[in-house]
């Protein structure tokens, strides 16, 4: 990744569906302004598609066994067809203390609409939420309150441990609990370009 594209993933915010839940709302604030490379002020809803803007799709008609490089340092997730660079997509990582495991896997199951047993929220039995961003394993539950857990879109399973590929919030910066998460755009297309059983090799 080149340096300019670096600096701006991380000055700048980006946005797609949470998933792993944010541990800071300014994050996810619609009142929150970005600065822009050249020192402008930037809007939430031109911030989120930036993620889009530095990520590309070039595999369609494309042969070769897909396969999955996932940069823990640069922030991304290339893929491949045979030996063959297809698609890139920006990514956001584990957090300090919630790293995203290296190591080679294979994508072990494909769930569109996964929710997270851990992470999420208590709400009522009317839904309405009583305690946001909770840990179901750590966090008291308030009396009469449910868990519902985070949604993490078209996920992607790499572990049984929990760990796998997902649409969710890209601040530009490792936020997650531990999962790789995607924009929406890219994490589609990745998701309808494997299949149980590819291969995905996750490096510092």
């Known amino acids: ?27 996810t604030s619609t009142s929150t302004k970005y ?37 823990l340092s640069d922030q991304t997730a290339s893929f491949y067809k045979g030996d063959k660079l297809v ?7 584990g ?9 080679n896997y294979k994508i072990l199951a494909k769930e569109p609409h996964h929710l997270s047993n851990l992470y999420g929220d208590y709400v009522d ?4 939420v009583l305690v946001r961003n909770v840990d179901a394993k750590k966090d008291p539950k308030p009396p009469g309150a449910v868990f519902a857990g985070a ?12 760990v796998g590929m997902h649409q969710g919030f890209l601040p530009g910066v490792p936020d997650s609990h531990g999962c790789i998460r995607m924009p929406e755009k890219m994490v589609k297309i990745y998701y309808d370009n494997v ?3 590819t291969p995905v090799r996750i490096v510092n």
């Open 87 to 93: 698609g890139v997509s920006a990514i956001s990582s």
């Open 151 to 162: 949604p993490m879109p078209f996920f992607l399973r790499l572990s049984n441990a929990g």
């Open 95 to 103: 957090r300090e203390g919630f790293g995203t495991p290296v190591g």
């Open 1 to 27: 990744m080149n340096n300019r594209l670096h600096s701006t993933l991380l000055i700048l915010g980006l946005a797609a569906l949470s998933g792993c839940t944010s541990y800071d709302t300014r994050l």
């Open 35 to 71: 600065l822009g490379q050249d020192g402008s002020i930037i809007s939430r809803s031109s911030a989120s598609t930036l993620a889009d803007k530095n990520s590309y799709w070039d595999g369609d008609g494309v042969s070769g066994a897909p396969s999955i490089l996932i940069d």
């Open 125 to 128: 039995a009317s839904g309405n």
């Open 195 to 197: 299949s149980v059983g």
